[in-house]
């Protein structure tokens, strides 16, 4: 069974860039049944679509965030990326890397079934 889990830093000020790492394990990010995704929640609201990226390496970033988000991958390391630039406090939430059992991208976060614990990113001066 597939395993995340989220890694980077849990505090920036404004104007920093947000980079996260997620490491998968018990499975390969590059098997074409999977696609891998960044998803959020700040606090007290629901679930936040970031942004996918395919097994054969093709990316889908929510228009909202497009212009300040990126998503890469290592598939040596198994692993996937997200770097949000110029954050503010209203970035601060809850980041979480997910996967679901998709041969095309999925930009609905209901719809991943295997879910990093998570990881919490304070944006604060």
């Known amino acids: 069974q597939v395993q995340l889990q989220e890694s980077g830093p849990g505090l920036l000020a404004p104007s920093q860039t947000l980079s996260l790492t997620c490491t998968v394990s018990?499975?390969?990010?590059?098997?074409?049944?999977?696609?891998w995704s960044w998803i959020r929640q700040p606090p007290g609201k629901g679930l936040e679509w970031m942004g996918v990226?395919?097994?054969?390496?093709?990316?889908y970033v929510n228009p909202s965030l497009k212009s300040r988000t990126s998503i890469s991958r290592d598939t040596r390391k198994d692993q996937f990326s997200l770097q949000l630039s110029s954050v503010t406090p209203e970035d601060t939430a809850v980041y979480y890397c997910?996967?679901?059992?998709?041969?095309?991208?999925?930009?609905?976060?209901?719809?991943?079934?295997?879910w990093g614990q998570g990881t919490q990113v304070t944006v604060s001066s």
């Open positions: 018990g499975g390969s990010i590059t098997p074409s049944y999977y696609v």
């Open positions: 997910a996967a679901a059992n998709k041969a095309i991208a999925v930009t609905v976060a209901t719809l991943y079934n295997y």
């Open positions: 990226i395919t097994y054969d390496g093709n990316t």
